[in-house]
């Protein structure tokens, strides 16, 4: 069985870094064709795809957030990271993390999700 | 980038009735490449269909996919009470490499 959890911080202030981590079982992302994703939702809106990171450490943004983003992996601890700087009250959202499997262009299963608010 | 647009925004209907949800790509994409999702208030969202039309693992054949090009569909041919929620489509391309719709809520008429 698959499973992932998010981690962070709740609340970050206006200029500052947000740190996330995504910590999964039942997979291991040393397995080709695997991936983990992270997905955002600001309160009542709709999905935002963020960043993905693959077996092999390539690593995909989005375009319109790709200069504040940074995703890694650490394959011992089955833990994958996203840093977002500059954070800002619109990024307030639940980010969520999500399994990518063997040649699938699609997320299953996701986190739980973690809501963080932007506020000074 | 591929903008999906789903319609329509808010459907109501009432348990036992088909529902007919659209997704709608601006340019032309994979059938392999389009996925739906489920979501409940206060859930994260859950894969029902890949590949335009395929099921997900424990999804019931209720729920069924379909569609190419730009033009794709979700159908749920009985609703069931626990139907009701918001569901997304998505894509897979090139830069940004997923995008999502902006949903389309399925409400208890």
Redesign the interface.
Known sequence: QITLKESGPTLVKPTQTLTLTCTFSGFSLSTSGVGV?W?RQPPGK????LA?IYWDDDK?Y???LKSRLTITKDTSKNQVVLTMTNMDPVDTATY?CAHSGIA??????????TLVTVSS | ?IVLTQSPGTLSLSPGERATLSCRASQSVSS??L?W?QQKPGQ????LI?GASSR?TGIPDRFSGSGSGTDFTLTISRLEPEDFAVY?C?Q?GS?????????TKLEIK
């Open positions: 994703g997905i709709a999905l935002e795809w993905l995909r989005s375009p319109s969520y699938a262009n699609w997320f299953d299963p996701w986190g739980q999700g | 980038e392999s490449y996925a999702y994260a969202p859950r894969l890949y997900a997304y998505q897979y830069s940004p490499e997923y995008t999502f719709g902006q949903g």
